[in-house]
């Protein structure tokens, strides 16, 4: 099964919007074995449009197209549908009643505008939209189907979850299964990608049917198996049996797999462990805790936070002694050990984390360059901090220390030494 | 001058990586008046991946290719460009001992694999790579232009702005003076779309040779407006009025023009009137002071951030009554006004705005079901705050509400009242 996704947008093309939309439909399809051979980005006209339709419909089974659905007069892509299949706009009864009660469950007055939503191209049948007013359509053609899907990221996932995948899973059924094909991401942070490369790169994977990506971003390297064989046992024992070998050679580098992040693996780790957490920021700026809580229950783990931005923050609510400010400078390994210590001290917490650095792009010195970070940790036995150094991007130091942090944490509970 | 992008990678047709290099290549060719017609995912596959140049090579001026040009390998774009130019690799000196140099700075040992990558196609101009290994190249053909580039983002973002795009002004200066297409984005939040849309609609910018899209998300509406005139002085005057008309009729939801973030609006106000904020937050869990932190020099305005998770926190950090989270509930609106005057006090900033809310994806009830939030602000003369209810997604509500907070500080700030 061969699928195609059309973005639309011009908002996409100039770089106004991440497509986001592309991404999440991709994963939902390989998820279900369906091959993603290519996507593109189209702008909001017509004639492209069009053009688009029509060399990916006979290029691939299934094109789902995302976008130009809004109810503004910038958004073509249903008329584009009109005309591609040479049918015409009829009024759906059950959209309209969609649209209708989601405005007045919003307590907003409804508008000819959003009215006009409810037509639908003829031969389609519809996609309900559950938190939306644009409903998405879906169109059979031979043995091929067409899907169009609004933009809004949270309203096609939706559709894209409970319609849109259970329908291609029974449309396709039989070619889906034929295909055994296993696919893992495991996901790997301090090391560097050729250094990773030069560990594993004995293992010979291609000979055996098997191919390994490595994907290299600020917060580590991900590296991505795919294996396929005539049955689908055959391809889970594997990737399971590749697993083994890659964790015996570069286990103490990996902390998830398949997209997990980092701070889910830390969350469960601590929850399991019943520890309680508290961190004292500086240069992170609340980085650290944004990304612990936004783990659904991280209120069962995380205690507080303190983002200790000025000299007297840190004094007065961490406990950092001033002259030591004074004498060693805020972004120092010793201060960093006493915000670790001291946000661990006011909130009772099992472990403190701690970061202070200089972000950038200016604020730095000869001995202390942009890009100089200490990160601290304390427990019950241990405290501890190192000093890291990175580059000159504000938002990628801030980025790279969060995900330096959170790994050091992880690594306090697992017991492995961060050196090395 | 048309210009098309292609990303290579299967972890972006899979949706593991997002594609940020295609937003952002798009972004700097559309500021020169570089028409992007469209743009292309393809995966690790030379059949493909050589399918693609011929395709869009004929079609376009301009092709930019990034990604697979790593050491590893799965990254086959330079064997592509050899065979689709018919050319071969000669080692380029100046590119090893570019590569050379990074990893003594880096102190760490240079690799075979490393040094491999300082082989180039022989009709290609190299374009240097001052933040990595993989340098990208500059083909010429006819009249038209091939440029590959690494895919790591800030790799790839520092050879586009340094070389590409002064190169492509070099050699279309002509061509790209003769369009006057000027482009302005208007920042909305705090609006549903289609009530933009009815506020806007009677505008009939169409009929003026003018477009405007609406680009809706969870942080607000974008506005996009184009104009195209015989001559730049026409475009650059029929825009600023266009945008008079726009601000006379929804002034009060617009923070900013041209992707300017609304952190960075706010941030530079508290600066220019010399005022110091300090937040508490408590369902945000460090979003909001994350999202002020990455504005360079921050620690100007930004005095410190509390983020007061558990109840303890909230009464020892912030001196919120205990008594009144019992009888109130830690999520309500005289909790929050009490964190918004706790931090301000504590702190002695000119400002304290403070959060609490349910996040979900649990944890709601009957009376405060999820997405209940309460957001509160308090300065020298007022202490207000208001109760929002937003959805079920907890990084969407989080999102939602640092958006709106740091909107009411934006509103605070300009004495502009919140309802409406």
């Known amino acids: 099964m061969k699928a195609h996704i059309i973005t639309i947008g011009d908002e996409i093309l100039i770089g106004q919007t991440l497509n986001t939309n592309a991404a999440f439909i991709g994963e939902q399809l390989n998820l279900i074995s369906v091959d993603v051979i290519s996507s593109s980005v189209v702008g909001d006209s017509e004639e492209f449009i069009l053009a688009e339709f029509q060399r990916t419909f006979e290029q691939n089974d299934i094109v789902i197209v995302t976008g130009g659905l809004g109810p503004t007069h910038d958004d073509v892509t249903r008329s584009s549908i009109v ?71 949270y309203e096609m996932k939706d559709m894209m979850k409970e319609i849109v995948i259970p329908k291609l899973l029974d449309k396709y059924s039989k070619d889906l299964t034929k295909i055994a094909k296993q696919t893992l991401i495991i996901m790997t942070t301090g090391i560097a990608e050729s250094h990773l490369y030069e560990k594993l790169r004995d293992l010979n994977l291609v000979k ?25 046992d055959e391809a889970k024992n594997k990737i399971t049996e ?27 780790s601590l929850i399991d462990r019943g520890l309680r957490l508290s961190v004292a920021e500086s240069c992170t700026g ?15 783990f995380f205690e507080r936070g303190v983002i200790a931005y000025s000299n007297a923050a840190k004094v007065e609510l961490l406990k950092v002694d001033e002259d030591l400010i004074q004498e060693k400078g805020a ?41 100089t970070v200490f990160i601290g940790i304390c427990d019950e036995k ?19 220390t969060s995900q330096a942090a959170i790994e050091m944490l992880r690594r306090n509970l697992l017991g492995i030494p961060y050196e090395e």
Request: glycine letters at 10%.
């Open 242 to 268: 590749i697993e083994q070998i890659i964790r015996s050679k570069i286990g103490r580098y990996i902390y998830g797999k398949n997209e997990e992040s980092i701070e889910n693996v830390v969350a469960k």
């Open 286 to 300: 609340g980085l650290i805790a944004n990304r612990l809580t936004n783990f659904a229950g991280s209120s069962r």
């Open 208 to 232: 055996e049917g098997t191919t390994m990506a490595f994907l290299p971003s600020q917060f580590g390297v991900k590296l991505r198996l795919t294996v396929t064989a005539p049955k689908p």
């Open 331 to 371: 972004v120092s390994l010793e201060v960093c050990l006493q915000m670790a210590e001291g946000v661990r001290a006011i909130s009772g917490a099992d472990i403190g984390l701690a970061t202070t650095g200089i972000m950038g792009p200016t604020g730095g010195s000869d001995k202390k360059p942009v890009g």
């Open 83 to 153: 005309k591609f299949f040479d049918t015409e706009l009829v009024e759906d009864r059950d959209v309209l009643t969609d649209i209708e009660n989601i405005f007045k469950k919003r307590g907003r007055e409804i508008t000819e505008t959003n009215k006009d939503q409810a037509l639908v191209p003829k031969i389609a049948e519809v996609i309900r939209n559950k938190k939306g007013t644009a409903p998405g359509t879906w169109i059979e053609m031979k043995k091929k189907v067409f899907i169009s899907l609004p933009g809004v990221p």
């Open 382 to 400: 241990v405290v501890t901090a190192r000093e890291f150094h990175f580059g000159d991007d504000r938002i990628l130091n801030k980025e790279r």
